[in-house]
């Protein structure tokens, strides 16, 4: 594959509005080797891995030679990466012995799986045998392969806005979405009529609360609306698998369950509003959670409205709220901005 700038400039059609690439027919590419770089450096430094023996962590990035991009052809997004990555870290033993080592990682490639990927952990010359390597081989590198996997999952939403052009009727065509596995949906059997009685659920009745937030973040409403809705961005900001139908009455599973929900209401760029439920509330109780996004010249105050909270989980849904969601995007996407 040619590298950055050097395609043929026949292919590469700029995103002006006196060159529209008509049905995305010719080549559109944008470098994201300097983002790479940056978010890969943050990842990986924040690695660290302990036990009984002791910590290790990620203390510097020695090298980090590669390069990134991201091309659209016919309206579908290509995906290039590749880093050859040396990094070093330190171990401190509890009582207080320090060891240095070093990491290398020669093949993150969009040729590979993760699985594929070689990390290899090393002591540094001269350093004396300690437990601590075998901390880091295990505990660091699964770290370390987490980070990675991280990367390329932003890598594959962060750079999507704008690849996918005007098509000749002027309207935007999006990539191929992934497809959604819809939880199997089993039917209740119909009970006897002489146990109608016997299996219905009375209910309890259990106070509740309203919450309140506003946040801003760094982007337009557009682009932070599909963050919300699209399930590769979902699992790219919560770090864990994700199911999200963005329609209305589409259900959306996330973080292994704990958050389950059904979509209400969907205005792009405007309103998302849902029914939203942690999995250790009482069975069956959703509250309404109501997100409006309002456009700030450059910047966009999305408002939280949630309803029907049970009244001992208000503290615990405003934080998860704020971590999860709101914290958790502007860290993975860049959207950081100051609190309200």
């Known amino acids: 594959m040619a590298k950055w700038g050097e395609g043929d400039p026949r292919w590469i059609v700029e995103q002006r509005a006196d060159a529209t690439n008509v049905n995305n027919w010719h080549w559109t590419e944008r470098d994201a080797s300097n983002w790479s770089s940056e978010k890969l450096k943050t990842l990986l430094l924040s690695v660290r891995a302990e036990n009984e023996e002791g910590s290790c962590e990620v203390t510097e990035v020695n090298k980090l030679d590669g390069e990134a991009s991201i091309n659209n052809r016919k309206g579908k997004l290509i995906f290039f990466y590749e880093w050859n990555i040396k990094l070093a870290w330190t171990g401190i033993t509890n009582t207080g012995v320090k060891y240095k080592g070093h990491v290398e990682i020669p093949n993150l490639s969009d040729e590979n799986d993760i699985d594929d990927i070689d990390i290899s952990v090393t002591l540094a010359k001269d350093e004396p045998d300690t437990d601590l390597l075998a901390l880091m081989k295990k505990e ?93 961005m979902v699992q790219a900001f919560t770090h864990s698998p994700a199911v999200v139908e963005p329609d209305k009455g589409g ?73 999860y969601y709101f914290e958790g995007i502007k860290q993975t996407f860049g959207y950081g901005a100051r609190l309200l």
């Not at 991280?150 to 750079?159: C, G, N, R, V």
């Not at 109501?290 to 309803?307: I, P, Q, R, S, W």
Request: hydrophobic share 35%; proline share 7%.
């Open 251 to 323: 259900k959306f599973q996330l973080l292994d369950g704990s958050v389950t929900g059904e979509f209400i209401e969907l205005v792009p760029e405007k309103q998302i509003a849902m029914k939203w439920r942690f999995k250790s509330w009482p069975e069956g109780h959703f509250s309404t959670i109501n997100l409006t996004f309002h456009d700030k010249a450059g910047e966009t105050e999305v408002c939280l409205e949630g309803k029907g909270i049970p009244a001992s989980e208000e503290e615990r849904t405003r934080e998860g709220w704020q971590r």
């Open 140 to 232: 660091g590198v699964k770290q370390i392969a987490s980070a990675l996997e991280t990367y390329i999952s932003t890598l594959k939403t962060e750079f999507t806005q704008g690849m996918i052009l005007p098509t000749v009727n002027g309207e935007q065509s999006e990539p191929t979405p992934l497809p959604v596995h819809k939880p199997e949906q089993h039917k209740a059997s119909k009970p006897a009529a002489g146990s109608a009685l016997k299996s219905k659920s009375v209910g309890v009745k259990i106070p509740t609360c309203k919450i309140n937030l506003k946040e801003v973040f760094l982007t337009s409403p557009d682009e932070l609306y599909r963050v919300f809705i699209t399930q590769e």
